[in-house]
């Protein structure tokens, strides 16, 4: 099967710009989770979607960070607008939701550099 | 109580030898412990996980020993290869979706 796709791979914006990403599950997986990834640290959940409805976002900076996933495939993450600090890796992963615990499955990352 | 601590931040093996990696959690909640193996440039993939009912578990090269009253698991990764090299990740989860990530350790497996 098809993995998770995210795009773009690498992305370079200057502080105060808005930015995008997108990210594609893998095919019949009900659960989206957006991650954080930080240089040197573990991943950090953003932001959890069971079909097209939020699960948890206690840990999205409402201010400045918003997702939402069309029709509980697709889904988007926004930063507007961005701060140096939000330079990271944005990870998207993706699970059946039939239960957990689940595996989750995660795409390749978007690389985001805030200058 | 959320935090995943995790040990040593870097490792350094000869091939052959044995890769050891720590972690540690204080929420009893956690019953669900997963490990995931990261290589430059792609996203973290599951090499293992344990429910805390068993005391190890063991899948090739790769086990999982898990002391649930010293609420401590570990990764041991024997006969250690240059292909192992790589950043793994611990991760608990509370009973529901949500996985919490220890900080990493990079494994470098010298040839």
């Known amino acids: 099967e098809a993995g998770v796709a995210q795009s773009p791979r690498y992305k370079i914006i200057e502080k105060r710009q808005s930015v995008a990403f997108w990210c594609n599950p893998i095919?019949?997986?009900?659960?989206l989770y957006w991650y954080q990834q930080i240089l040197g640290q573990g991943p950090k959940l953003l932001i959890q979607?069971?079909?097209?409805?939020?699960?948890?976002d206690s840990q999205l900076p409402k201010d400045r960070f918003s997702a939402e996933r069309l029709k509980g495939v697709d889904s988007t993450l926004k930063i507007q607008p961005a701060k140096l600090e939000d330079s990271a890796v944005y990870l998207c992963?993706?699970?059946?939701?039939?239960?957990?615990?689940?595996?989750?499955?995660f795409g390749p990352g978007t690389r985001l550099l805030v200058l | 109580q959320q935090q995943v601590k995790q040990s040593p931040q870097s490792l350094i093996v000869q091939k052959g030898g044995i890769s050891i990696i720590n972690c540690a959690y204080e929420?009893?909640?956690?019953?669900?412990f997963p490990w995931y193996q990261q290589f430059p440039g792609k996203g973290p993939a599951l090499l293992i996980a344990?429910?805390?009912?068993?005391s190890e578990k063991k899948e090739g090269r790769f086990t999982i020993s898990f002391n649930k009253s010293a609420k401590q698991f570990s990764l041991h990764i024997m006969d250690s290869q240059p292909g192992d090299s790589a950043t793994y990740f611990c991760?608990?989860?509370?009973?529901?979706?949500?996985?919490?990530f220890g900080t990493g350790t990079r494994l470098k497996v010298l040839a």
């Open positions: 992963a993706s699970s059946h939701g039939q239960g957990p615990p689940e595996t989750q499955y």
């Open positions: 095919s019949g997986h009900a659960t």
């Open positions: 979607f069971q079909n097209n409805g939020v699960v948890d």
């Open positions: 929420n009893t909640a956690f019953d669900y």
């Open positions: 344990i429910r805390p009912d068993v």
């Open positions: 991760a608990a989860s509370p009973g529901t979706y949500k996985y919490i």
